[in-house]
């Protein structure tokens, strides 16, 4: 009776083990199907979200910046350059003129010697007029295009200030909204454009000043109120040299969802 219980019990031990190991095998069969259904349903949402084509409409929009951006840079070196080609002629020709007067009064002195024991008179002060509006204007111009923005910040609100009159008040404007843009301060930025368009309606520059309040409200936040200042643009100035960069920032923001 015993022997038979003994081989009851070897008989018994190998079928408990292969039980166990098919029910470890199912499980993890069922857990690599589970994985596999999950794999399938990311695959189709990545090939719905392929063909409906938003993918390579935000890519094409992403190069379509980087364009912009590699344009604006390059035009930004030029103006570089050619402000440092400028102030070095204006060096240039400084220095001829200096040494031009020096020759005449050391020829004029050689040509009529003081005689002894004679005071002469001090020859009577030239006239010395103020700048002009141009020419403060013009200074102020050479630090925003020399990127020292605070400097021409300063300049700009003083030239307002001075010449309240002046031709030159709108571009004193435009050039001044610039400057504050570029020192991040884009609420001012946003006020300053918007006076200049309310002020000066006939202005030539008010096309790139619509883009520029639009860029200040873009960097505020303020999509709706950028997309209804593009769109002003677009419908104003039709054959602005600006246009084309007005429409591709309008589709982007359109792009945008809420």
Request: charged share 30%; net charge neutral.
């Amino acid at each position: 009776m015993k022997k038979l219980i003994l081989l009851a019990c070897l008989f018994a031990a190998p079928v408990h083990a292969a039980l166990f190991e098919d029910t470890d095998a199912r499980k993890k069969l069922q857990e690599m199907q589970l994985k596999e259904t999950e794999l399938d349903a990311r695959i189709v949402s990545l090939e719905a979200v392929i063909k409906s084509g938003s993918l390579n409409d935000m890519l094409n929009q992403i190069e379509l910046i980087k364009q912009d951006v590699s344009k604006l840079r390059g035009d930004l070196e030029t103006l570089r350059h050619l402000n440092a080609t400028v102030e070095q002629r204006q060096k240039d020709l400084y220095q001829d003129l200096d040494g031009r007067l020096r020759k005449i009064e050391e020829k004029s002195v050689a040509s009529n010697p003081v005689p002894s024991g004679k005071v002469t008179e001090a020859p009577p002060l030239p006239e010395v007029k103020p700048p002009s509006d141009q020419e403060i204007y013009d200074e102020a111009n050479q630090l925003l295009e020399a990127m020292k923005y605070k400097e021409a910040f300063q300049a700009f609100t003083d030239f307002i200030k001075q010449f309240p009159h002046s031709a030159l008040l709108p571009d004193a404007k435009y050039a001044l909204a610039n400057t504050q843009f570029s020192l991040k301060n884009y609420k001012a930025s946003l006020g300053t454009y918007q006076k200049l368009l309310d002020q000066h309606p006939d202005f030539i520059k008010n096309p790139e000043a619509l883009l520029g309040l639009a860029n200040a409200q873009i960097q505020l936040a303020l999509i709706p109120e950028a997309k209804k200042s593009l769109k002003d643009l677009i419908k104003k100035y039709p054959k602005s040299d600006v246009i084309q960069n007005a429409q591709k920032r309008l589709k982007v923001l359109e792009s945008i969802k809420p």
